[in-house]
T-cell receptor, first 116, second 109 residues
Framework: GAVVSQHPSRVICKSGTSVKIECRSLDFQATTMFWYRQFPKQSLMLMATSNEGSKATYEQGVEKDKFLINHASLTLSTLTVTSAHPEDSSFYIC????????????FGQGTRLTVV | GQNIDQPTEMTATEGAIVQINCTYQTSGFNGLFWYQQHAGEAPTFLSYNVLDGLEEKGRFSSFLSRSKGYSYLLLKELQMKDSASYLCAVMDSNYQLIWGAGTKLIIKP
């Protein structure tokens, strides 16, 4: 199978600071990675799609200057939540696909962000 | 617009059978997925259907009717560990996943 590793699994930060979340595909090259946010008792909300070597495509309503996404290599994408506020507290999940039309998405373990 | 509908919550008894339905309206279709998600964890893949019919995998089966825009996930011999949310997702013509809101399944002894 394909393994996606997400780090950290939990993070608590102070309001106003920035937090970086890493998503790595361990045994395959991921041309496309997706970042989701999930609030309690709600489904996954796609935040952005990142393709290796190009700028991320953000969904409507997601601030690209606040949620910085970098997909510098075929095995690593990062999401940085800048100037975090308590309302940014959520469960952030990444997923990766091997190819543009590859059907299955492989998920990271998720990151529980709490901003105090 | 694109829409995925599934029940918000279902309750079933340990050892019984439960069917979770999903209806969809999307721009194109490149397959339907079912994922299981336990609270506080990332989703895990259960099944993928792209052709009409029933796919059986152990205690879990998934059915698809493309003409009706309909799928169901069938769980047999329910166990307490099956208590989770079950997410239906459709891959549209752009190979993007459109997610349903999830069905919370509660298993009672």
């Amino acid at each position: 199978g394909a393994v996606v590793s997400q780090h950290p699994s939990r993070v608590i930060c102070k309001s106003g600071t920035s937090v970086k979340i890493e998503c790595r595909s361990l045994d395959f090259q991921a041309t496309t990675m997706f970042w989701y946010r999930q609030f309690p008792k709600q489904s996954l909300m796609l935040m952005a799609t990142s393709n290796e070597g190009s700028k991320a495509t953000y969904e409507q309503g997601v601030e690209k200057d606040k949620f910085l996404i970098n997909h510098a290599s075929l095995t690593l994408s990062t999401l940085t939540v800048t100037s975090a506020h308590p309302e940014d507290s959520s469960f952030y999940i990444c997923s990766a696909r091997k190819g543009d039309k590859d059907t299955e998405a492989f998920f990271g373990q998720g990151t529980r962000l709490t901003v105090v | 617009g694109q829409n995925i509908d599934q029940p918000t919550e279902m309750t079933a008894t340990e050892g019984a059978i439960v069917q979770i339905n999903c209806t969809y309206q999307t721009s194109g279709f490149n397959g339907l997925f079912w994922y299981q998600q336990h609270a506080g964890e990332a989703p895990t893949f259960l099944s993928y259907n792209v052709l009409d019919g029933l796919e059986e995998k152990g205690r879990f089966s998934s059915f698809l009717s493309r003409s009706k825009g309909y799928s169901y996930l069938l769980l047999k011999e329910l166990q307490m560990k099956d208590s989770a949310s079950y997410l239906c997702a459709v891959m549209d013509s752009n190979y993007q996943l459109i997610w349903g809101a999830g069905t919370k399944l509660i298993i009672k002894p």
